[in-house]
């Protein structure tokens, strides 16, 4: 009951993101910032084992973000920053005035863009996975950026179209990338396998679907109705891919991680979202619910019947605050989830991960600490009411 995992990302140090400029101007071997890398992912997973954390995550210590390091893996891709996008950004102001409401550093933030045939040229997260199953003997979760967050974040057109006709023939190769990836990591042995696909939102909730900074032409189509189709169609045959008797799947959504200022995220429930959900069929919806900026968690089980088997993890931490939410808070948000869902099927976890993009994290170790201090109490309490 109430099983606890983080969602991915927590935040790397000074010297391992030093490391990392110094490794991508020739000043450092792959070999020692392997090392460091190692060094971190180390300290997060004993970091949760302190903290009885049911599922480890690897606390992604060696990506820039939770998305653009797939570059390294992938043929065909090529690290772009926001300035090196910006000449073929159609509406060339209006982008810059996004990154600029949206408080998005334009240099320090890249994106893995399709420049040619894409294809595997090594383990997209086999290394992290690696390393987990000889740090720990805990369950484990590896985390991945879903298909429809992958193709459109790596989609420029002007760029990309040289190479694929359209985004739909650039998706199929990305179906075909996650195939063999996780049968990779099902050979090698994993408890859940988490895609985050937090774009979703951004087309239900986003004025004419302009405002995202991580895929800049998803502006291309206005009309969410057939951005839903196109995403719900790349995810169902991921998810059709994975062989449930080893691995359980898990959907990750929300509503943007990358600022502590809330009023610049986005706002709405998950309705527009079900029939996605439902088409899917993952195992487990790891959902942001920690603010009222996700609706009631009623709205998830009106006119579908996406939780008949499935488990909700429920979003009871906010990432980008520093204050830890109060245990008898959380308790009592479960105990609402519980007039829906038998105990056995809630999971708890934060919002997000903490440290989205590598060189902005939304919080700090400290904090972070104090808040799986409280996750671990409202377990033991919720365990011993409910047992």
Known sequence: MFEVSLMGSMPRGNALLKAARD??????????????????TEKVVRLQEAYDVDYIT????????????????????EMMSMSDMLPYI???KAYEDMLSILDVPANSIKNAICQGKIKRSRSLVGGELE???????????????????????????????NFYDSKEALGEDVIRVFKEEIEELQAMGVDIIQFDEPVLTEVVFSPAHTRT???????????????????THLIQSVFKTIDRSKSKVGLHVCRGNWSKDETILLTGPYTPLLDLFEAVKADIYFLEFSTDRAGSIGSLFEGHDIFKEATLGLGVMN?????????????????????????????LNPDCGFATFAKKPVNELEHIEEKLAVLESVKEKLRARYA
């Open 23 to 40: 490794l991508s101007k020739g000043r450092l071997d792959r070999e020692s910032y392997e090392a460091m890398v190692a060094a971190g």
């Open 131 to 161: 390393a987990m199953k000889k740090l720990t003997d805990r369950k484990i979760k590896i985390t991945l950026p879903g298909p429809y967050l992958v193709t459109r974040s790596m989609w420029l057109k002007g760029l990309s179209d």
């Open 319 to 347: 990432p980008r605050s520093d204050e830890a939410e109060p245990a008898e808070k959380i308790i009592a948000r479960v105990e609402e989830v519980m007039e829906y869902l038998p105990k056995e099927r809630i999971m």
């Open 213 to 231: 900074f991580m895929c800049a032409s998803l502006s291309e189509k206005k009309d969410p109705t057939e951005e839903l189709a196109f995403a």
């Open 90 to 92: 159609e509406d060339k």
């Open 58 to 77: 690897s606390g992604e210590q060696g990506r820039d973000n939770y998305v653009s390091f797939i570059a390294g893996a992938l043929d065909g891709v």
